[in-house]
């Protein structure tokens, strides 16, 4: 096992080497995705990003695809970031807004993601959204060639069936989580523009009494 140190944001976060036969999925893929995302790692030669792993159980939070991809495709190793769900306070929702509003009741729970990972009994695609203390968009461009290439494997019970329809159904829905996100962001930071602005001429109007 090999690490190195990407600094991002100013928070070093160490990317490690793991085999990737050591790690568990907690949710299954989605076809669609898996074959785009598997053209594009060959395509580029390199995987881009490193994946999320919690460190004791080794259950996948974030990167599932780019971890069935070169599984799929007969690599050995893969890039990883090594955190701790519970005292790194990992944070997990249901869609992406949920970073912000704290989930929904508690419906989806980290003990309810590595309970998936570690039994075995997988939960539908895309059905949780993990929240770090860190950036996971750390820019590796590790090459495929330093990650021992062997025979193709079959990772067909961890992808889910699903029709073409179905896949481009649950893309649209990608999309639309997306856009709510960016909605909700821009309403934001009109909210904040404004209290910024009244905060300011009420200084103003506090100096002007002096």
């Known amino acids: 096992m090999t690490s190195t ?7 070093a976060a160490k990317v490690t080497l793991l085999r990737v036969d ?5 949710e299954k893929g989605s ?23 919690d460190e004791k159980t080794h259950v996948i939070l974030d990167g599932m695809h780019r971890w069935l991809a070169l ?21 997990v929702g249901k869609r992406r807004i949920h970073r912000y509003t ?14 998936a990972g570690v039994s075995g009994r997988l939960m539908e695609p895309r059905s949780t959204r993990h929240f770090f203390p ?8 590790f090459p495929l060639r330093s990650l021992k ?9 961890y992808v889910a069936k699903l029709t073409p329809q179905e896949s ?3 893309l649209e829905q990608w999309l639309e989580e997306i856009s709510e996100e960016l909605e909700f962001l821009s309403r934001r930071k009109e909210e904040v523009e404004k209290e910024k602005e009244e905060f300011v001429n009420r200084v103003k109007g506090l100096a002007n009494k002096f």
Do not use: C, W
């Not at 799929?72 to 005292?87: A, H, K």
């Not at 989930?103 to 309970?115: L, Q, R």
């Open 5 to 11: 140190v990407q600094k991002v944001d100013s928070i």
């Open 22 to 26: 050591q790690l568990k999925p907690h």
């Open 31 to 53: 076809p669609f995705y898996l074959e785009l995302l598997r053209k594009e790692i060959l395509n580029d030669g390199m995987l881009k990003y490193p994946i999320v792993v």
């Open 71 to 91: 599984k799929s495709l007969g690599y050995e190793l893969i890039p990883v970031i090594l955190t701790d769900v519970f005292e790194d306070k990992i944070h």
């Open 102 to 115: 704290n989930g929904v009741d508690n419906e989806i729970t980290v003990e309810k993601v590595i309970s």
């Open 134 to 141: 860190f950036s996971k968009f750390q820019e590796i461009n």
């Open 149 to 157: 290439k062997n025979a193709a494997q079959d990772v067909s019970k």
């Open 168 to 170: 481009n159904v649950a």
